[in-house]
């Protein structure tokens, strides 16, 4: 018995030695431990193999997890290893579980949000099991020395966006875990984004520094906007939590290669900087921004405020430099150029769930603003400040120079979310007709373009009223104070609802409309009075100093372009004109024709108390048929046309007083009087405006000498036909006082016989 005993002891030793020493594998084991996961999760569990090892742990092979026991289900986690190494008799001793190390190889996890926006990570309901409170006050005292996963992977599928989102290489490593005391973790996904800190569990403190360096962005790709690409990202962040509810994060970070594909905005492989600062209370649900900072395209955007119950707003925003040649890749400006520098300050409140309606109210300044519009040539220089809110924009003191014209703009633009109304007052000191006419770019329609085509425009999405006031207007070195005008702006047309002008000594009023397309098309109807004809003639043309008097027209103008072959071919003018007393002077070569024609002195002047026509403009020719001119010496008649690049073609008579036509010497002038000793002579002028050609018509100098024989023969016979009359009247009357005399005679013969 004696001897038994050592024997069983030594036994009883070995197989505990063995039990300790010797690693097994248990099917049953397995099988009893996967049934009571499974019981516990609700979720479907394999394991390929487990071996376990008393004092050194556990090894699992191949393990699944999955969400639904359904038919090609794929699992949300499997791993090729799971290993467990615990300390058995320092656990013992310490009266608490203490684990050496797990090491998880090569985990995948794979998450799927269906139809109805639920992430699969938890089986059956998705719902989290309340926890009880004695599981709280019986939690196991847990210590494990080392976590280690490597080679991890993480896959999101979006059913209801169609997306499939895949990171590898992840790796965690965690030391001294404990669910009492702090704990040190590092976090990485590949060799790009590092995160490393302190947890502790029991105080629900997190503190970590979280490095990323050109960490690639592409495999976001299906989460961003359609048109929105960002390559890559780098950030250092330090972020700390305290009893899960204080929030605080620092740092800054690197967006590069954001390109818009398929996009009107312009911004290609462009790169983004932040700088932020920010607290948040969790349990509160507020978030106070100290300090952000975002740098893209060259400008700085600073903003600091608050977020109420992590959806309202009250923040400022302020943009010290913003340059504006980079404004074109962020707001479409087709053909219009811009430089310069902005500066805008800005607040915002209201709920970020509806943020067309957020608040805003703020104001911009423009420091060398220069802005090219199409079709100028030259800069438009802006500067001075504007406010703004989400309903409206005004300026007080926005002023703008283009060459030495000047303006001040004092406006007002409402309903910027729907259809936009300005009301406006638009002033000059000095406006410089001849710079802007230099600066309008000459645009041809196209050849063969329908009119249909060339008319297609953008629409402007915008209606404005207000008025006009230029001190001062200069066109070809002469100054026209005081040009005043109501407008209006609506579908594409600037309306001139109103226009007064001083112009040439007289007065300009009327009203018209100009399309704003690249070929405008325009309208004017208006009146003039008190023109001083010799002042006009001497600005617009080379006739100075010979024609004079004032000028009154009514007048309606239409046509479509401003180049000269635009001019040609659509200008259209019909009204009528009028000048007061004034005179013919100097040398002019219809004047000096006539009057050479006439032997008459070339330097005589020709006084006159009324000019006159009724003029058109089509077909690119001036058309009249009515030119009148009348004086004391002679009227002259005219009809016909002068064609826009200046040819002549008119006809006419000159009306000479019986003083003028005296002076007139040779045979021509007795075959050419009238009765009152008049002359009318037929005329024709051609050539050009420059060099014009005068002559006398033959065939009408005929018909006016054989209208004259004609009329002294129609006067003749009407002489002898008067004579023949009178002479009949002289004979009846005669008769009648014969007849009267003889009955005289009879009647009183006829008394003497009764008498007696």
Same mark, same amino acid.
């Given at each position: ?226 048109? #929105? ?76 405020? @608050? ?91 926005? @002023? ?212 006159? /026509? ?6 690119? /020719? ?25 040819? #002549? ?108």
């Amino acid at each position: 018995m004696k001897k038994v005993l050592p024997v069983f002891l030594v036994i009883l030793l070995a197989l505990i030695t063995a039990l300790f020493f010797i690693t097994f594998e248990s099917p049953r084991l397995k099988d009893f431990l996967v049934a009571k996961a499974e019981g516990e999760l609700g979720c479907k569990i394999e394991i390929e193999r487990l071996t376990v090892n008393l004092l050194r742990g556990a090894r699992l092979k191949n393990v699944a997890l999955y969400l639904r026991q359904e038919p090609d289900q794929k699992p949300l986690l499997k791993a090729a290893d799971f290993y467990l190494k615990h300390k058995l008799l320092e656990s013992l001793i310490q009266r608490k579980l203490i684990i050496d190390e797990v090491v998880l190889s090569e985990p995948a996890v794979f998450v799927v949000r269906d139809e109805n926006n639920l992430p699969h990570l938890v089986g059956g309901t998705g719902e989290q099991a309340p926890k009880r409170e004695e599981e709280e006050e019986n939690r196991i005292s847990l210590l494990i020395s080392k976590i280690v996963i490597k080679d991890g992977r993480l896959t999101l599928k979006d059913k209801k966006a169609g997306t499939e989102l895949d990171l590898k290489e992840i790796g965690l490593r965690v030391k001294d875990f404990s669910l009492d005391e702090p704990f040190d973790f590092s976090l990485n996904i590949g060799r790009r984004l590092k995160a490393e800190g302190k947890v502790n569990i029991d105080k629900k403190d997190v503190k970590a520094k979280v490095l990323c360096k050109e960490f690639d962005l592409t495999v976001f790709k299906p989460y961003l906007p359609a048109n #929105l690409e960002v390559k890559s990202l780098s950030a250092d962040l330090e972020a700390e939590l305290v009893q899960a509810n204080a929030l605080t994060l620092q740092g800054n970070g690197q967006l590069s290669g954001i390109s818009f594909v398929q996009s009107p905005l312009a911004i290609q492989n462009e790169g983004l900087s932040l700088e932020y600062d920010l607290a948040a209370d969790l349990l509160a649900k507020k978030i106070i921004l100290n300090h952000l900072k975002v740098v893209f395209l060259g400008t700085e955007i600073s903003s600091f405020g @608050t977020i109420e119950n992590f959806r309202t707003v009250a923040a400022t925003i302020s943009c010290p430099k913003i340059r504006l040649a980079d404004a074109g890749k962020i707001v479409p400006l087709g053909k219009t150029e811009i430089k310069g520098l902005l500066s805008l300050k800005a607040k915002l409140d209201g709920s970020l769930t509806d943020l067309a309606k957020i608040g805003l109210d703020g104001q911009a300044s423009f420091k060398e603003v220069q802005v090219m519009l199409s079709p100028l040539t030259k800069e438009v220089r802006l500067s001075g400040s504007c406010n703004f809110s989400r309903e409206k924009v005004s300026t007080e003191d926005l @002023t703008g120079r283009l060459g030495r014209s000047d303006f001040s703009l004092l406006a007002t633009v409402r309903d910027l979310q729907g259809a936009p109304k300005a009301d406006f007052s638009l002033s000059s000191n000095l406006t410089d007709l001849d710079e802007l006419l230099a600066a309008y770019k000459e645009i041809e329609e196209k050849p063969g373009a329908s009119s249909k085509e060339s008319a297609r425009e953008e629409k402007i999405n915008l209606t404005a009223s207000g008025k006009v006031d230029i001190r001062e207007l200069t066109y070809q070195k002469e100054s026209f104070p005081g040009v005043r005008a109501l407008v209006k702006l609506a579908d594409n047309r600037l309306e001139i609802t109103s226009l007064n002008a001083n112009l040439y000594n007289g007065s300009l009023t009327g009203q018209g409309s100009l399309g704003l397309t690249e070929v405008p098309s325009y309208e004017f109807k208006g009146k003039a009075e008190g023109i001083a004809v010799n002042r006009i003639l001497s600005h617009l043309t080379s006739v100075q100093d010979k024609l004079f008097g004032n000028l009154s027209t009514n007048i309606r103008i239409s046509g479509k372009g401003f180049s000269s072959d635009q001019i040609k071919k659509n200008l259209s003018l019909s009204g009528n004109i009028k000048v007061g007393e004034g005179k013919l002077s100097g040398e002019l070569p219809l004047k000096e024709e006539l009057l050479g024609v006439l032997g008459i002195s070339k330097k005589k002047d020709i006084s006159y108390k009324d000019l006159s /026509a009724g003029i058109k403009i089509e077909d690119g /020719a001036i058309k009249t048929e009515d030119f009148g001119l009348k004086s004391q010496e002679v009227n002259i008649l005219a009809s016909g046309k002068a064609t826009l690049d200046g040819k #002549l073609n008119f006809s006419g008579k000159f009306d000479l007083s019986k003083d003028l036509a005296d002076k007139v010497s040779g045979d021509l002038a007795g075959l050419l009087k009238d009765k009152e000793g008049r002359i009318k002579i037929p005329y024709e002028l051609g050539g050009t405006f420059l060099h014009p050609k005068f002559k006398l018509t033959t065939k009408g100098i005929k018909e006016e000498i054989k209208q004259k024989i004609k009329e002294e023969a129609k006067e003749e016979v009407d002489k002898l036909k008067e004579e023949a009359k009178e002479k009949i009247e002289e004979e009846k009357e005669k008769a009648k006082e014969k007849a009267k005399e003889k009955i005289e005679e009879e009647a009183k013969k006829l008394f003497d016989k009764f008498r007696r």
